[in-house]
């Protein structure tokens, strides 16, 4: 399985051609090139161009899904404001997390030599 990735890793950095992948999609794999690129993406943005808003209405009638939920007034930076809590909040948790982490280090490392001192002057226990 690894040689499977990591041949396909090499397909996409080396830009080697490979049989297709996603056939029958505007998107359907000609080998990993900058000229494929060149190909397809003037063809999704032509399809995305093409939405309107009566489309996004016909959607969300279909799925009736009720404008309370998807008009929002953005919180900070366009964010919900439960969402930048959230983030705030994992970034805050991943902060004090890596205090922790370099404060058990450099205990480590002090207690290391400690013993290390201790067992070079023949006590032991």
């Known amino acids: 399985m690894g040689v499977i990735i990591t041949s396909f890793i090499l397909h996409l950095l080396i830009g080697l051609p490979s049989p297709s992948i996603l056939t029958g999609s505007p998107l359907s794999y000609r080998g990993y090139t900058h000229r494929t690129m060149a190909i397809v993406m003037p063809q999704v943005l032509h399809i995305a161009q093409k939405q309107s808003p009566k489309d996004i209405q016909w959607f969300k009638d279909k799925m009736?899904?009720?404008?309370k939920y998807v008009e929002r007034?953005?919180?900070?930076?366009?964010?919900?404001?439960?969402?930048?809590?959230?983030?705030?909040f994992l970034l805050l948790f991943a902060a004090g997390a890596l205090?922790?982490?370099?404060?058990?280090?450099?205990?480590?490392?002090?207690i290391l030599k400690l013993i290390k001192e201790e067992t070079k002057n023949g006590s032991k226990g």
């Open 73 to 88: 007034r953005p919180g900070i930076l366009g964010m919900s404001w439960g969402h930048f809590f959230t983030m705030v």
């Open 64 to 67: 009736k899904i009720s404008p």
């Open 99 to 110: 205090i922790v982490f370099i404060l058990r280090y450099k205990r480590t490392k002090e």
